[in-house]
């Protein structure tokens, strides 16, 4: 499945104009960080279900690019409302994986060893954000949230993930995301990934999909 919507978002004309505007091409396999453009769900123009080729991270004035969104706020600040309301996307990914983060007794961050993360009993995790457009292309958000008691001791924050048949309803422009929000997915497989590289620099720690490839 994931491969069938690799292979819809490389069809699209956005993403020619991806690479066109940015030099970037759709990525599909592998680990996938911020400023990578991968296929994400969401609804077209007419309404229907579809794919798109979008680009992580919301680009901002005099900061670095903003790959994550709060649950807990996203609906009241300026910078999200607007997505909160319409434009509401799903990314598919394998895992998600993450760094245990933890404090020294000197009081210095040090993160540990590195996880990956899915839903138990499901091959897809299927991740929450919100998009909008920038000069013409869409750049997405991962929503976050407090951690399932599980992996807390991994991060403070972990994704906002649904089951595949609440996609749907959350990419919908009628519904209340408040209400599909609380029917997130908390029951979580996490596993020790062989750690092949350092932790990336602290604006990117947090929640890297693998959309494709692995599942």
Same mark, same amino acid.
């Given at each position: 499945m994931l491969r069938q919507y690799a292979d819809i978002a490389a069809r699209s004309r956005i993403r020619e104009q991806f690479l066109r505007n940015v030099a970037k091409p759709l990525q599909y396999r592998g /680990?996938? $960080? +911020?400023?990578?453009?991968? +296929?994400?769900?969401?609804?077209? #123009? $007419?309404g229907n279900?579809?794919?798109f080729p979008m680009q992580w991270g919301f680009n901002m004035e005099r900061r670095s690019l903003l790959p994550n969104a709060r649950l807990e706020?996203?609906?009241?600040? +300026?910078? !999200?409302?607007?997505?909160w309301k319409a434009h509401r996307c799903v990314i598919p990914a394998s895992w998600y994986y993450e760094? /245990?983060? !933890?404090?020294r007794p000197n009081g210095k961050k040090e993160t540990g060893d590195k996880y990956l993360i899915q839903p138990k009993g499901d091959r897809i995790t299927w991740l929450c954000g919100l998009y909008r457009f920038e000069d013409g292309l869409p750049h997405f958000v991962v929503l976050t949230r407090p951690p399932s008691e599980e992996i807390s001791f991994i991060h403070d924050r972990m994704p906002l993930m649904l089951r595949e048949k609440d996609v749907d309803e959350w990419i919908s422009p009628d519904a209340k995301p408040d209400e599909v929000a609380y029917r997130?997915?908390?029951?979580?497989?996490? /596993? #020790?990934? %062989?750690?092949? /590289? #350092?932790? %990336? %620099?602290?604006?990117?720690?947090? !929640?890297? +999909?693998? %959309?494709?490839?692995?599942?």
């Open positions: /680990e996938i $960080r +911020p400023a990578d453009i991968v +296929p994400v769900i969401a609804t077209s #123009k $007419r279900k579809a794919c706020t996203a609906g009241v600040k +300026p910078l !999200f409302q607007g997505a760094w /245990e983060h !933890f404090l997130a997915v908390t029951d979580l497989h996490f /596993e #020790k990934a %062989p750690q092949t /590289e #350092k932790a %990336p %620099p602290d604006e990117y720690t947090t !929640f890297l +999909p693998v %959309p494709v490839g692995m599942a």
